[in-house]
């Protein structure tokens, strides 16, 4: 069974030879990683460790495209188009939309948003906002590339941001909060056409032939969203539902990436069409639960501790919570195991690649 064959049975909750693995990886550990498994590239990385989903996004216009890339100083994550930036200053990058992000450092995480355009001087302002054009330049070549390379085997899939995570971060984060409340007019027109842009965006991916689609920002703290579910059904849901049942097709499946606790609004994201959610965090969803109660409707991506078992716990852990994993989230289908975020520099090396190895070999 190919990765894409696996991933297929998975997420229509029928069992495959083993359970899917998706990763993601700061620059460093990918780096070390090479050198721990004694290959030269990053596909060979993901080959030895068995992950099966391959990942790839729209590249930005022409002027940005070969200047720097976000990917330069974070590695292998889940590629977004805004994450490609040219540079302003020597340690300012600026992305398509006028977003600015300021290196603070040299580590992979040492850097901060600098710049939110929609946001002048405090004032909220949709004047001289410009939405990049899809339709300019080569844009789509690389997803091209990247389907007929890995398209036959594994599974791809292209990112998009949320409309959540686009608007404050074009407003800056506090401030959109605010204007949730006080500024409805403002609010509704930015996500209108934040709209328009994604659903485009992913009517074009899904017209190359991704597989999945995915749709990443945090709606969560470790308690419960950022906003009350009742603000997110009335303002976001909608929205967010237009984006995904434009571009329904079979074999096509829509993946929510979010941190925290989300468990309020989880029958929403099944009603609109969310097939996949990551990474159903456990230090803040139990995953068991999640599992019990939407496991015939919704799969659950990753549930692997990051912040405790692969950066605290031994060998012993791992083997335990996957095994927990396995007997509470597996049962027909329905689980691919990933760690829920990114590998960050502080976790030994030999613990993911202990986990991959397990997941690989277990006999279901």
Known sequence: MNSKQRFLKTVNHEMPDRYPLDGWFLKSVMENLKKYLKVATVEEVLVKLGIDFRTTCMEPDENIKNS?????????????????????????????????IKIT???????????????????????????????????????????????DENVIAAGASTLFRKAWILCGYSRFLEALYLERDFIEQLLD????????LVSKYVDLGINVIELGGDLGTEESLMISPDLWREIFKPRLEKVIKTNKKKDVYFYLHTDGNVSSIIPDLIEIGIDILNPIQPECMEPKIIKDKFGDKLTLHGTMSLQKTFSQGSRDDLEKEILDRIKNCGKNGGLILAPSNAFTSDIPIENIVYFYEFVKNFKL
């Open 68 to 100: 720097f890339s976000y990917f330069n100083k974070m590695g292998l994550s889940i590629p977004i188009d805004d994450y490609y930036v040219k540079k302003v200053s020597e340690d300012e990058f600026e992305d398509e939309w006028g977003v600015r």
């Open 105 to 151: 450092g040299d580590r992979d995480l040492d850097w901060k948003y600098s710049r939110h355009p929609l946001n002048k001087n405090g004032k909220l302002t949709l004047d001289n906002f410009k939405i990049p054009d899809i339709h300019t330049g080569n844009r789509f070549e690389k997803v091209k590339e990247d389907i007929k390379r890995y398209g």
């Open 193 to 200: 056409r934040l709209m328009d842009f994604y659903t485009e």
